[in-house]
């Protein structure tokens, strides 16, 4: 490394401090770091609204809040989970490995970086605002299928502002990822060297382009159908509330990618260092992930196999969903095989990424079901399907992303976590998990409609048990908060390699890493990539 | 069948042993679909057994293998690391069978789809129109219909802190005031429609749901094989009151079918006679309890309050204590924007004209005006 180099290294590493580090920062790690901690607070956000709805539905009859209020807990839930944890939880973790992985100093444009992470505090503000409006916050479902949203009261143009400053905020991470993974390689990092993460992230950027516009169309239609006097979705006025839920689950398929590829990523960054053995099928892993996101354009419709359409549309949309199962099928059999014979050990990010392999396939199974588009008929709109779509976004999403910040935080932070206080809240949390959603797929098949604040005293038991599991997840989170404050504080030294089995280039840099990455770049071949 | 429900019950039993929690233990579990009593219901219910069965038989493959390593390759046994990273004989098998799999399970399904889009050859039609939040059934061929909506005890105990147990409740939450009543082997099909926004009308024992949808006509079909009462909900979020808007089905005999809706016709003819003679005060205020307690309750409250701002007061509010012909336009023509439907294509002009006087001097409105339903047929034109 020259002098000149050196030079430049420190001199950048003059930077403000206190609150002006953080908002005027263009530091890929900084603002992985703001982002995660968006995340983390917008997670007990989102955690304590579905506490309102396990609350009000632990016994029948209504005890706490009213049917209104409880559907805007509903609405809300979704939107802050959806946008506001998992999407920026998510781009948190590539803002801090992208760089690092591929072996560059920093992002490729670290003002858009800036940006498109303060933009996200003004987005939840005015979406939790919403909550103190004459008419109080959205009630729609975060689907916002017209014309029930169009019978929203003030928060209606609250609500689509902050949806569009999330979208813009997506889109301009998303310019930043494609441009740093195409851009800012080392020499020697081709991209099928690149590391499985890197490669999830660099599709689900593409998918996230690509569907983002999309919706904020529709949001834009919704606007202009109150306010400005139009009828794209109201029959009366020659418009179509079909033509919502088509726009809306073109989104919103391949948004359910954007949320689980990343993940897909940090499980399989996951399985080879603890299993000390390479990834099992690199080649077809980046394969499988891009033909999921391929054929997720594809099967919009079975959102809404019930809305009405005709039989051919109804093969076409089951077929091409039932196909998603041959790469998800893939992946799974090619962790399984990373596994296989390999020298085992279950520190907490390995449990976490196994649950992943285990819960995310049930979840799997559950949407394979739902593809069967005549028993579709039944389950659709069930608690069945609020079963299956938590099994791939909690068990799935969120316990990639935990596991990931078991896996990495000793790399951020320059120190060990507490391994016991990890495991306990990993079993405490993998247990209750399952007493909160297991249960969900009986009700739904016995016949218990989503998104209603009461019900029939059939569905009493298996209520009252999803709650209690409810409570104890939310309550374990808790401790997920104390172990990370902990670990920032203090904790055993880290070394650089962490992990005894761990590969690629975040390992070489000193933990905690230096404030740009790579200064020089490092020479990558076949021995010191992933695999 | 009967076979793998005991297999069910026996993992629900054991899993409530688990908690040991006496309420818990000595409640009855509802854990899967109900096989119905169509021929479509029982086909989708074979079709979702086959996969859960097939799914069942993956997972235990895919995790015993799983679980198998987790126990057998750990370190702490002593286990070496292989160095493999690809098999391309292995990724062939595990993406071929599962293209064998999905191809053997689309042929039933395929099947199962083509006979519930057969709607045509039917005995009868009945037209399901959702509404904020009740159900309108219209008999198309005797050319009758009628409002069905959550039966009064259900509606008062599920009020936000009520007091009154559900469990006393008969068919809490599941109970209407006037059922769908249809004749058992009969060929019926549905139409399902909205005034307002999307609904969803559902019966499990029948084997689907339809969305009821503005602007759209939805065919569907079922032939009940059995006499019996059959409940569903709105399985579409469509507002407030979504979880409140029961469906019940009564299958019975053709002959007493029949003779119901002879008792349809006659009652349906009462209903609408009295348009055109004056009625008195005390007749109007009485018939407009009943249908301000069917019709507007829901959001503007037994007691006239409403829930502002969402849904206004009509004690003291501008439009009830305003000019009469406004408040009648707004109850006929509704309020765009806003839940305030439209109800001039719901009732008849008696029911208009007492529900009006009714809400102008009922909660403590002194209106003392009276509308007769020959000044609602007027306004009308």
């Known amino acids: ?531 | 069948m009967g076979h793998s429900n005991t297999r069910c019950r026996l993992l629900g039993t054991t899993a409530a042993v688990v908690f040991l929690w006496p309420q818990i233990a000595a409640a009855d579990y509802a854990l899967n679909m109900t096989r119905g009593v169509t021929e479509l219901s029982r086909e989708f219910y074979d079709l979702h057994m086959l996969i859960f069965y097939i799914c069942c038989a993956i997972a235990a493959v895919v995790f015993g293998v799983m679980f198998w390593s987790i126990f057998n390759h750990r370190k702490s046994r002593g286990a070496v690391a292989a160095q493999f990273h690809h098999s391309t004989r292995a990724e062939l098998i595990w993406t071929i069978i599962p293209i064998i799999i999905l191809v053997g399970m689309a042929v039933p399904a395929t099947k199962a789809l083509v006979k519930m889009e057969s709607t045509g050859d039917a005995d009868m039609t009945i037209k399901v129109t959702g509404h904020q939040w009740k159900w309108r059934y219209d008999y198309v061929e005797p050319g009758f219909g009628f409002f069905s909506a959550l039966a009064a005890d259900s509606n008062e105990a599920r009020a936000l802190r009520s007091g009154k147990d559900p469990g006393a409740v008969d068919n809490y939450l599941l109970n209407v005031d006037h059922p769908l009543v249809v004749p058992v082997g009969k060929k019926i099909r549905f139409l399902t429609t909205a005034n307002d926004v999307v609904h969803a009308w559902w019966v499990p024992a029948l084997g689907w749901k339809r969305d009821a949808i503005p602007g759209y006509i939805n065919e569907s079909w079922a032939r009940v094989d059995e006499p019996g009462i059959y409940r569903g909900q709105c399985a579409e979020l469509c507002g407030k009151d979504h979880g409140f808007m029961p469906v019940v089905l009564k299958a019975v005999p053709e002959d007493e079918y029949f003779a119901w809706v002879e008792e349809m016709v006659v009652a349906q003819a009462d209903a609408s006679a009295g348009a055109d003679r004056d009625w008195t005060r005390e007749e109007l205020m009485a018939k407009g309890e009943q249908v301000y307690t069917a019709f507007c309750a829901a959001c503007h409250q037994p007691n006239g309050l409403g829930i502002p701002p969402a849904f206004p007061a009509l004690a003291g509010g501008a439009i009830a204590t305003g000019p009469v012909d406004q408040h009648l336009d707004r109850v006929i023509n509704g309020k765009p924007g806003t839940a305030m439907a439209a109800f001039g294509g719901q009732l008849n002009d008696v029911d208009l004209a007492a529900v009006v006087t009714y809400e102008r001097n009922a909660f403590g409105n002194s209106a003392g005006d009276v509308l007769q339903p020959a000044a609602v047929k007027a306004a009308r034109k």
Not at chain 1, 144 to 169: C, E, N, R, W
């Open chain 1, 1 to 531: 490394m020259s002098d000149a180099v050196m030079h430049g290294h420190e001199h950048h590493d003059h930077h403000p401090t206190g609150w002006k580090r953080w908002l005027f920062t263009t530091n890929h790690k900084d603002i992985g770091t703001l982002y995660l901690t968006l995340a983390l607070v917008m997670f007990f956000v989102g955690g304590a609204m579905a506490m309102v709805i396990r609350l009000e539905l632990m016994h029948p009859g209504l005890q706490y809040v009213d049917p209104q209020f409880f559907n805007s807990m509903a609405t809300l839930h979704a939107l802050v989970m959806i946008f506001g944890v998992v999407m920026p939880g998510t781009v948190g973790f590539a803002n801090w490995l992208i760089p690092m992985m591929i072996g560059a100093p920093d992002m490729a444009l670290p003002r858009l970086n800036n940006w498109s992470f303060w933009i996200l505090p003004f987005a939840f503000s005015l979406l939790l605002l919403t909550l103190f409006l004459p008419g109080g916050g959205p009630a729609g479902g975060w689907t916002l299928y017209p014309p029930l949203m169009l019978q929203t009261g003030a928060a209606m143009p609250f609500v689509i502002f902050a949806i569009h400053f999330m979208g813009a905020s997506s889109i301009m991470g998303s310019i930043n990822i494609i441009a740093t993974i195409f851009n800012m390689r080392a020499p020697g990092m081709t991209f099928m060297r690149l590391p499985l993460f890197v490669w999830t992230w660099l599709i689900t950027s593409f998918l996230l382009i690509a569907t983002i516009p999309v919706l904020a169309g529709a949001v834009t239609m919704l606007l202009t159908d109150k306010y400005f006097g139009t009828s794209f979705f109201n029959a009366a006025g020659g418009g179509d509330p079909v033509l919502f839920q088509h726009v809306f689950w073109f989104f919103g398929h391949p948004e359910v990618y954007i949320l689980i590829l990343p993940s897909f990523g940090i499980v399989s960054q996951i399985l080879p260092t603890f299993s000390r053995k390479p990834l099992f099928g690199y080649e077809s892993m980046v394969y499988a992930t891009a033909s999921i996101a391929f054929l997720s354009f594809f099967v919009w419709a079975h959102h809404k196999f019930t809305v009405g359409m005709p039989l051919a549309g109804e093969l076409f949309f089951m077929y091409a969903t039932m196909s998603i199962a041959v790469p998800t099928g893939v992946k799974v059999f090619n962790w399984i095989a990373t596994m296989w014979r390999g020298s085992l050990t279950f520190e907490t990010p390995m449990l976490f990424a196994i649950a992943f392999v285990v819960l995310f396939t049930i979840g799997g199974f559950s949407g394979l079901m739902l593809g069967i588009t005549p028993a579709d008929f039944q389950y659709h709109d069930t608690y069945f399907v609020v079963a299956h779509f938590h099994y791939v976004l909690v068990t799935g999403a969120v316990f990639g992303m935990l596991g990931g910040v078991y896996y990495w935080l000793p790399k951020w932070t320059g120190h060990m976590y507490d391994e016991t206080l990890g495991k306990w809240h990993f079993w405490l949390s993998a247990i209750s998990v399952n007493v909160l959603f297991f249960p969900q797929h009986f009700l739904g098949l016995a016949g218990m409609p989503r998104r209603i604040p009461d019900y029939a005293l059939q569905f009493a038991e298996w209520n009252f048990i999803s709650s209690i599991g409810g409570f104890v997840f939310g309550l374990s989170q808790l401790l997920f908060l104390y172990i990370i404050v902990k670990c920032i504080r203090a904790g055993a030294k880290a070394s650089d390699q962490v992990w005894d089995g761990a590969h690629g280039l975040e390992w070489t840099l000193p933990s905690p890493p230096p404030y740009h990455s790579f200064v020089s770049p490092p020479m990558v071949t076949d021995a010191t990539a992933h695999s």
